[in-house]
């Protein structure tokens, strides 16, 4: 399975007062995820499902996403909202296993601890910038994941 791990854009600031989960993404968030996504299609980056947080910058992050990459499945799942875990991820992603291709839209520092756990390494630090883009492949669900780092895109390389 090709996993891909989208964090969102740049969201607005919050509020006093306001929710995190209702940030949205802000004009230059879209733009440098757009650039992103557009680099990831034209290197043929085709998700079966796109996997989502229910935050709101990460669900318009999903939706741009699955525009640009010409997927219409994106699901919410608790697994990617901020404070969860990687093994919640790791069971997630396993659920699905019999998807090619996946792609994981949230937070930091969930992410990053993803991308380590995923490549069995879990002391291993990322530094996962908003937009960026991780290709790890798995190929056995059995157990701990044993995946294998293919590429990191970050919206200053594109």
Same mark, same amino acid.
Request: glycine share 10%.
């Given at each position: 399975?090709?996993?891909?791990?989208?964090?969102?854009?740049?969201?607005?600031?919050?509020?006093?007062?306001?929710?995190?989960?209702?940030?949205?993404?802000?004009?230059?968030?879209?733009?440098?995820?757009?650039?992103?996504?557009?680099?990831?299609?034209?290197?043929?980056?085709?998700?079966?499902?796109?996997?989502?947080?229910?935050?709101?910058?990460?669900?318009?992050?999903?939706?741009?996403?699955?525009?640009?990459?010409?997927?219409?499945?994106?699901? %919410?799942?608790?697994?990617?909202?901020?404070?969860?875990?990687?093994?919640?991820?790791? %069971?997630?992603?396993?659920?699905?296993?019999?998807?090619?291709?996946?792609?994981?839209?949230?937070? %930091?520092?969930?992410?990053?601890?993803?991308?380590?756990?995923?490549?069995?390494?879990?002391?291993?630090?990322?530094?996962?910038?908003?937009?960026?883009?991780?290709?790890?492949?798995?190929?056995?669900?059995?157990?701990?994941?044993?995946?294998?780092?293919?590429?990191?895109?970050?919206?200053?390389?594109?």
């Amino acid at each position: 399975m090709e996993i891909y791990i989208l964090r969102h854009g740049i969201a607005e600031e919050g509020k006093a007062g306001g929710s995190d989960a209702d940030r949205a993404l802000t004009d230059t968030g879209r733009e440098k995820l757009r650039a992103v996504l557009e680099r990831a299609q034209s290197a043929g980056v085709k998700p079966s499902l796109i996997l989502t947080s229910p935050y709101k910058r990460a669900t318009q992050t999903a939706h741009m996403a699955g525009q640009v990459l010409g997927c219409n499945k994106i699901v %919410e799942s608790e697994s990617l909202v901020p404070g969860s875990t990687p093994k919640a991820v790791w %069971e997630a992603i396993s659920a699905r296993r019999r998807e090619g291709a996946l792609l994981l839209a949230g937070h %930091e520092p969930l992410l990053s601890m993803t991308v380590a756990f995923l490549l069995g390494t879990p002391a291993l630090q990322v530094d996962l910038k908003k937009a960026a883009m991780v290709r790890i492949d798995q190929d056995g669900f059995g157990g701990s994941p044993s995946g294998i780092l293919k590429w990191m895109v970050t919206p200053r390389l594109v």
